[in-house]
């Protein structure tokens, strides 16, 4: 039997947002919830054990595995987040996931997943990222001989004659559930996020969500704490000068026009195209200024006649007049954005010290150590959010190839 411990929200696991984001999404509710989130995570890490937020490792599998007993019908199924679309992809068997998903690429991971997962006791619906199928590899890092898995990003290596090691070795595939599903309908399913319990038995390599730090290692001292608690008054300080651009945005945050959808992409661009900090708030702000111009203007310059073009001439004036009308406030919430994040990395920073599996990236000269993916953090009342470094983990998992289609 699988059991399951963590909160349940109300929303699907089907796209967990970056802490910093929430400023943009929710404007200054976002931002409240963003620090209140930090402040948990400190507190734990400084001995408290409240449980106001429960954590878990988030673990770079892919794709995402869908699986269990569906409450209409009672039939175990297996699936991709497809199975959450307007038309669901339910897989009910192999002839389902070829029609559906192909036999190559996550229509192949999906086969070797359907005949190993329906073996095992699951009650309800739970969702995981996949680990590995037959794609498993060995190599000798730093002298040492590991078996290797590369499912997304990272590539995880385990001594081979460590006991984990030899599980993964005898293992058909690997997954780590993370996400357990309750409701009468697959419309109106609640997601609990947290860890999920259970033997996958010789053939599949249950890997566990759980962040534990059972040597009691990971824990802030006085000096720490002090540097930490500055950074979030800094945060709390900037958020409140932002306050009305924050939630005049957060109304306009899916147009892709808008200033908001734009703030937001333009942090991911920087991420993916430089190579160092954020830098200062000033010159990410003019940075910003012109980023927001020119995509508009690519906008413009796509459309091949004058009325094609009037709505995107409109909104790049109202955008740019916008942006040069509220620069103060601009400036504060871009650094509120800055200061977040700095924040969450330096939680991250701790609780990277606690490893039992290596992790690394790989490149052409060998392997590259790197920081595990993240974590997620959720909050009875204000739901799930991702902790990853965005200047290690998402400009990595921008710019190299993927291990699967």
């Given at each position: 039997m699988f059991s399951f411990k963590g909160?349940?929200?109300?929303?699907?696991?089907?796209?967990l947002e970056h802490l910093?984001?929430?400023?943009?999404?929710?404007?200054?509710?976002?931002g409240e919830n963003a620090i209140n989130f930090l402040k948990s995570?400190?507190?734990?890490?400084?001995?408290?054990?409240?449980?106001?937020?429960?954590?878990?490792?988030?673990?770079?599998?892919?794709?995402?595995?869908?699986?269990?007993?569906?409450?209409?019908?009672?039939?175990?199924?297996?699936?991709?987040k497809s199975v959450f679309n307007k038309t669901p992809k339910?897989?009910?068997?192999?002839?389902?996931?070829?029609?559906?998903?192909?036999?190559?690429?996550?229509?192949?991971?999906?086969?070797?997943?359907?005949?190993?997962?329906?073996?095992?006791?699951?009650?309800?619906?739970?969702?995981?990222?996949?680990?590995?199928?037959?794609?498993?590899?060995?190599?000798?890092?730093?002298?040492?001989?590991?078996?290797?898995?590369?499912?997304?990003?990272?590539?995880y290596a385990?001594?081979?004659?460590?006991?984990?090691?030899?599980?993964?070795?005898?293992?058909?595939?690997?997954?780590?559930?993370?996400?357990?599903?309750?409701?009468?309908?697959?419309?109106?399913?609640?997601?609990?996020?947290?860890?999920?319990?259970?033997?996958?038995?010789?053939?599949i390599f249950l890997a566990s969500a759980q962040y534990t730090d059972k040597s009691g290692s990971v824990m802030f001292n006085k000096s720490e704490l002090r540097s930490f608690d500055a950074q979030i008054r800094m945060a709390e300080g900037s958020l409140s000068r932002a306050r009305g651009i924050l939630n005049d945005m957060s109304t306009a945050k899916t147009d892709p026009?808008?200033?908001?959808?734009?703030l937001k992409t333009f942090f991911n661009y920087f991420i993916k195209n430089t190579k160092g900090d954020m830098g200062k708030v000033r010159d990410m702000q003019q940075k910003f200024r012109l980023y927001y111009n020119n995509m508009i203007q690519g906008e413009i310059d796509s459309k091949k006649t004058s009325k094609g073009?009037?709505?995107?001439?409109?909104?790049?004036k109202e955008g740019l007049r916008f942006i040069d009308r509220n620069k103060t406030q601009l400036y504060f919430a871009i650094a509120s954005h800055i200061t977040l994040a700095n924040c969450k990395n330096t939680l991250l920073r701790k609780m990277n010290q606690i490893q039992s599996i290596g992790h690394f990236v790989r490149t052409s000269n060998g392997y590259r150590v790197t920081a595990?993916?993240?974590?997620?953090?959720?909050d009875k009342v204000a739901g799930a959010v991702k902790l990853v470094d965005r200047l290690e983990f998402s400009r990595t998992n921008f710019t190299l190839p993927k291990g699967w289609n």
């Open positions: 909160f349940f929200t109300q929303e699907k696991n089907t796209h910093e984001d929430d400023i943009i999404n929710n404007g200054v509710k976002g995570v400190r507190d734990m890490l400084a001995g408290s054990t409240g449980g106001a937020v429960n954590m878990t490792v988030k673990w770079d599998g892919a794709p995402a595995i869908i699986c269990g007993q569906n409450p209409e019908n009672g039939k175990f199924f297996v699936g991709t339910i897989n009910y068997n192999i002839s389902d996931i070829r029609k559906n998903h192909g036999t190559s690429g996550a229509g192949a991971k999906l086969i070797y997943c359907f005949n190993y997962l329906k073996k095992l006791p699951i009650r309800g619906i739970l969702q995981g990222d996949l680990l590995f199928t037959d794609d498993k590899d060995t190599a000798t890092i730093d002298g040492e001989k590991m078996i290797t898995f590369t499912p997304n990003t990272i590539t385990v001594p081979v004659d460590s006991g984990i090691g030899k599980q993964i070795a005898r293992a058909k595939m690997g997954i780590v559930f993370h996400t357990s599903y309750s409701g009468k309908n697959m419309q109106s399913l609640s997601a609990g996020f947290g860890t999920v319990r259970g033997s996958g038995g010789s053939n026009l808008s200033v908001a959808f734009r073009k009037e709505k995107y001439i409109k909104a790049q595990p993916e993240g974590y997620v953090a959720v």
